[in-house]
Protein backbone atom coordinates (compact mmCIF):
# COMPACT_ATOMS: atom_id res chain seq x y z
CA UNK A 1 0.00 0.00 0.00
CA UNK A 2 1.15 3.34 -1.00
CA UNK A 3 1.23 6.26 1.91
CA UNK A 4 -1.47 7.40 3.10
CA UNK A 5 -3.09 10.26 1.67
CA UNK A 6 -4.26 13.35 4.44
CA UNK A 7 -6.41 15.54 2.76
CA UNK A 8 -6.79 18.76 4.22
CA UNK A 9 -8.95 19.36 6.85
CA UNK A 10 -12.21 20.90 5.92
CA UNK A 11 -12.04 23.26 9.08
CA UNK A 12 -8.54 24.66 7.69
CA UNK A 13 -10.11 25.56 4.14
CA UNK A 14 -13.19 26.57 5.63
CA UNK A 15 -13.94 30.33 5.57
CA UNK A 16 -13.92 31.62 9.35
CA UNK A 17 -16.81 33.16 11.27
CA UNK A 18 -16.30 36.71 11.16
CA UNK A 19 -17.46 39.60 13.09
CA UNK A 20 -16.52 43.03 12.70
CA UNK A 21 -16.64 45.70 15.15
CA UNK A 22 -17.48 48.86 12.74
CA UNK A 23 -18.62 52.37 12.84
CA UNK A 24 -19.73 53.69 9.71
CA UNK A 25 -17.52 57.20 9.20
CA UNK A 26 -14.80 55.29 10.65
CA UNK A 27 -12.49 54.98 7.73
CA UNK A 28 -10.19 52.43 9.01
CA UNK A 29 -13.26 50.42 9.04
CA UNK A 30 -14.34 51.44 5.65
CA UNK A 31 -10.52 50.16 4.72
CA UNK A 32 -11.63 47.22 6.23
CA UNK A 33 -15.54 46.79 4.82
CA UNK A 34 -13.96 47.34 1.18
CA UNK A 35 -11.54 44.39 1.47
CA UNK A 36 -14.25 42.12 2.87
CA UNK A 37 -16.68 42.64 0.08
CA UNK A 38 -13.84 42.23 -2.90
CA UNK A 39 -12.97 39.24 -0.63
CA UNK A 40 -16.97 38.20 -1.09
CA UNK A 41 -16.63 37.88 2.69
CA UNK A 42 -19.44 38.75 5.08
CA UNK A 43 -19.15 39.54 8.54
CA UNK A 44 -21.71 40.08 11.06
CA UNK A 45 -21.53 43.48 12.07
CA UNK A 46 -21.72 45.03 15.45
CA UNK A 47 -21.64 48.85 15.62
CA UNK A 48 -19.89 50.82 17.77
CA UNK A 49 -20.76 55.04 17.73
CA UNK A 50 -17.74 56.62 18.67
CA UNK A 51 -19.66 59.76 19.59
CA UNK A 52 -22.78 58.24 21.20
CA UNK A 53 -22.70 57.18 25.49
CA UNK A 54 -19.44 59.38 25.55
CA UNK A 55 -17.61 57.26 22.82
CA UNK A 56 -18.81 53.42 23.24
CA UNK A 57 -15.17 52.67 22.48
CA UNK A 58 -14.78 53.85 25.92
CA UNK A 59 -16.92 51.02 27.38
CA UNK A 60 -15.39 48.50 29.15
CA UNK A 61 -16.54 45.44 27.40
CA UNK A 62 -14.71 46.94 23.74
CA UNK A 63 -11.98 47.81 25.53
CA UNK A 64 -11.39 43.96 26.52
CA UNK A 65 -11.59 43.03 23.29
CA UNK A 66 -9.29 46.32 21.87
CA UNK A 67 -7.18 47.71 24.80
CA UNK A 68 -6.67 50.54 21.66
CA UNK A 69 -10.46 51.18 22.39
CA UNK A 70 -10.51 51.67 18.08
CA UNK A 71 -12.41 50.88 15.34
CA UNK A 72 -12.46 48.11 13.46
CA UNK A 73 -12.03 44.66 15.23
CA UNK A 74 -12.09 41.69 13.52
CA UNK A 75 -13.41 38.61 15.66
CA UNK A 76 -12.07 35.52 13.34
CA UNK A 77 -13.28 31.97 14.78
CA UNK A 78 -13.82 34.21 17.80
CA UNK A 79 -9.48 35.19 17.74
CA UNK A 80 -10.01 39.27 18.08
CA UNK A 81 -7.40 41.04 15.17
CA UNK A 82 -7.01 44.62 15.67
CA UNK A 83 -5.06 47.23 13.55
CA UNK A 84 -7.01 47.49 9.80
CA UNK A 85 -4.12 46.88 8.03
CA UNK A 86 -3.20 43.51 9.71
CA UNK A 87 -7.09 42.47 9.26
CA UNK A 88 -7.05 43.26 5.89
CA UNK A 89 -3.64 41.31 4.94
CA UNK A 90 -4.99 38.42 7.05
CA UNK A 91 -8.07 38.33 4.91
CA UNK A 92 -5.82 38.66 2.15
CA UNK A 93 -3.73 35.07 3.49
CA UNK A 94 -7.22 33.39 3.93
CA UNK A 95 -9.08 33.96 0.63
CA UNK A 96 -5.89 34.70 -2.00
CA UNK A 97 -8.44 35.63 -4.48
CA UNK A 98 -8.68 38.44 -5.61
CA UNK A 99 -5.12 39.72 -4.16
CA UNK A 100 -4.85 42.79 -2.56
CA UNK A 101 -0.95 42.97 -2.92
CA UNK A 102 0.95 42.47 -6.07
CA UNK A 103 3.35 39.42 -6.41
CA UNK A 104 6.71 41.29 -7.04
CA UNK A 105 8.43 42.38 -3.93
CA UNK A 106 9.25 45.79 -5.48
CA UNK A 107 5.25 46.17 -6.73
CA UNK A 108 4.67 44.67 -3.08
CA UNK A 109 6.54 47.31 -1.48
CA UNK A 110 5.25 49.80 -3.59
CA UNK A 111 1.72 49.65 -2.95
CA UNK A 112 2.48 48.93 1.11
CA UNK A 113 4.47 52.42 0.80
CA UNK A 114 0.90 54.18 -0.88
CA UNK A 115 -1.05 52.56 1.89
CA UNK A 116 1.13 53.65 4.48
CA UNK A 117 1.28 56.99 3.40
CA UNK A 118 -1.74 57.08 4.41
CA UNK A 119 -2.69 55.04 7.30
CA UNK A 120 0.91 56.23 9.18
CA UNK A 121 1.36 59.51 8.24
CA UNK A 122 -2.45 60.69 7.66
CA UNK A 123 -5.28 59.32 8.75
CA UNK A 124 -3.73 59.21 12.78
CA UNK A 125 -3.15 63.05 12.65
CA UNK A 126 -6.98 63.57 11.91
CA UNK A 127 -8.31 60.89 14.43
CA UNK A 128 -10.68 61.25 16.79
CA UNK A 129 -8.96 61.28 20.01
CA UNK A 130 -6.42 63.54 18.47
CA UNK A 131 -9.03 66.29 17.64
CA UNK A 132 -10.39 65.79 21.21
CA UNK A 133 -7.19 66.25 23.15
CA UNK A 134 -6.74 69.21 20.79
CA UNK A 135 -10.00 70.54 22.25
CA UNK A 136 -9.99 69.68 25.93
CA UNK A 137 -6.56 69.27 26.64
CA UNK A 138 -5.09 72.21 24.42
CA UNK A 139 -7.86 74.24 24.18
CA UNK A 140 -7.87 74.85 20.68
CA UNK A 141 -10.81 76.28 18.66
CA UNK A 142 -13.27 74.16 16.23
CA UNK A 143 -11.61 76.70 13.12
CA UNK A 144 -8.57 75.71 14.43
CA UNK A 145 -8.83 72.09 14.51
CA UNK A 146 -10.65 71.95 11.23
CA UNK A 147 -7.14 73.80 9.84
CA UNK A 148 -4.84 71.26 11.12
CA UNK A 149 -7.03 68.80 9.77
CA UNK A 150 -6.82 70.05 6.44
CA UNK A 151 -3.36 70.70 6.48
CA UNK A 152 -2.23 67.20 7.13
CA UNK A 153 -4.48 66.18 4.15
CA UNK A 154 -3.23 68.38 2.15
CA UNK A 155 0.46 67.69 2.71
CA UNK A 156 -0.24 64.15 2.57
CA UNK A 157 -2.46 63.89 -0.50
CA UNK A 158 -0.06 66.45 -2.16
CA UNK A 159 2.26 64.01 -1.71
CA UNK A 160 0.46 61.09 -2.81
CA UNK A 161 -0.73 62.51 -6.40
CA UNK A 162 3.57 63.14 -7.09
CA UNK A 163 3.78 59.88 -6.43
CA UNK A 164 1.16 58.44 -8.41
CA UNK A 165 0.73 61.06 -11.14
CA UNK A 166 4.08 60.62 -12.75
CA UNK A 167 4.52 56.69 -11.81
CA UNK A 168 4.58 54.10 -14.69
CA UNK A 169 3.46 51.66 -12.61
CA UNK A 170 0.40 53.93 -11.41
CA UNK A 171 -2.56 52.65 -13.56
CA UNK A 172 -6.13 52.87 -14.00
CA UNK A 173 -5.55 51.95 -9.90
CA UNK A 174 -2.88 53.09 -7.52
CA UNK A 175 -1.48 50.35 -8.70
CA UNK A 176 -2.15 48.94 -12.05
CA UNK A 177 -5.69 48.54 -12.81
CA UNK A 178 -7.04 46.39 -10.36
CA UNK A 179 -7.77 47.51 -6.72
CA UNK A 180 -5.00 46.82 -4.44
CA UNK A 181 -4.47 47.87 -0.21
CA UNK A 182 -3.42 51.17 -1.76
CA UNK A 183 -6.53 52.24 -3.11
CA UNK A 184 -8.30 50.14 -0.04
CA UNK A 185 -6.78 53.07 2.26
CA UNK A 186 -6.79 55.87 -0.52
CA UNK A 187 -10.17 56.02 -1.20
CA UNK A 188 -12.15 56.16 2.84
CA UNK A 189 -9.22 59.09 3.50
CA UNK A 190 -10.44 61.06 0.75
CA UNK A 191 -14.35 60.85 1.80
CA UNK A 192 -12.92 61.80 5.33
CA UNK A 193 -11.66 64.63 3.03
CA UNK A 194 -14.74 65.91 1.59
CA UNK A 195 -15.72 65.68 5.10
CA UNK A 196 -14.17 68.23 6.12
CA UNK A 197 -14.29 70.12 2.90
CA UNK A 198 -11.03 70.06 1.28
CA UNK A 199 -10.75 71.23 -2.23
CA UNK A 200 -9.54 68.42 -3.86
CA UNK A 201 -8.90 69.87 -7.13
CA UNK A 202 -5.81 70.18 -7.13
CA UNK A 203 -5.31 66.10 -7.06
CA UNK A 204 -6.77 64.87 -10.00
CA UNK A 205 -4.86 61.52 -10.23
CA UNK A 206 -6.55 60.54 -6.82
CA UNK A 207 -9.51 61.86 -7.88
CA UNK A 208 -9.25 59.63 -10.96
CA UNK A 209 -8.64 56.83 -8.94
CA UNK A 210 -11.41 57.35 -6.41
CA UNK A 211 -13.94 57.52 -9.38
CA UNK A 212 -12.54 54.45 -11.01
CA UNK A 213 -13.24 52.57 -7.60
CA UNK A 214 -16.68 53.92 -6.55
CA UNK A 215 -17.46 51.98 -10.52
CA UNK A 216 -16.80 48.75 -7.97
CA UNK A 217 -20.00 47.80 -5.89
CA UNK A 218 -17.30 46.06 -3.02
CA UNK A 219 -16.10 50.06 -2.52
CA UNK A 220 -19.78 51.26 -3.01
CA UNK A 221 -21.13 49.11 -0.98
CA UNK A 222 -18.80 49.69 2.02
CA UNK A 223 -19.01 53.97 1.76
CA UNK A 224 -19.90 55.55 5.61
CA UNK A 225 -23.51 56.59 4.16
CA UNK A 226 -24.43 52.87 2.86
CA UNK A 227 -23.95 51.59 6.15
CA UNK A 228 -26.64 50.07 8.83
CA UNK A 229 -25.58 52.23 11.11
CA UNK A 230 -25.36 55.30 9.67
CA UNK A 231 -27.11 58.17 11.83
N1 LIG B 1 -4.34 52.32 12.95
C1 LIG B 1 -5.67 51.92 13.33
C2 LIG B 1 -6.52 53.15 13.52
C3 LIG B 1 -7.85 52.83 14.14
C4 LIG B 1 -8.56 54.11 14.52
O1 LIG B 1 -7.91 55.06 15.00
N2 LIG B 1 -9.87 54.16 14.32
C5 LIG B 1 -10.59 55.35 14.65
C6 LIG B 1 -11.74 55.54 13.68
S1 LIG B 1 -11.16 55.76 12.03
C7 LIG B 1 -11.17 55.25 16.04
O2 LIG B 1 -11.68 54.22 16.42
N3 LIG B 1 -11.07 56.34 16.82
C8 LIG B 1 -11.63 56.37 18.13
C9 LIG B 1 -11.05 57.48 18.94
O3 LIG B 1 -10.17 58.19 18.46
O4 LIG B 1 -11.53 57.64 20.08
C10 LIG B 1 -6.25 51.00 12.26
O5 LIG B 1 -5.82 51.10 11.11
O6 LIG B 1 -7.10 50.16 12.58
Known amino acids: MGAAFSAPSIRSSAVPDLI ?13 RIALNLKGL ?37 HVLTQSLAIIEYLDEIVPAPPLLPTAPLARAR ?12 H ?4 LRVLRHLKLGLGVDDGARLEWQRH ?8 LETMLSDDPASGRFCYGDSPTLADICLVPQMA ?33 ENQLDAA
Open 192 to 224: NARRIQLDLAPYPTLLRIEEAAYRLPAFTAARP
Open 20 to 32: LYSYFRSSAAFRV
Open 111 to 122: VRQIALSVACDI
Open 42 to 78: AADMRFIHLLKDGGQQYADAYRKLNPQQTVPTLLSDG
Open 152 to 159: WVREGFEA
Open 124 to 127: PLNN
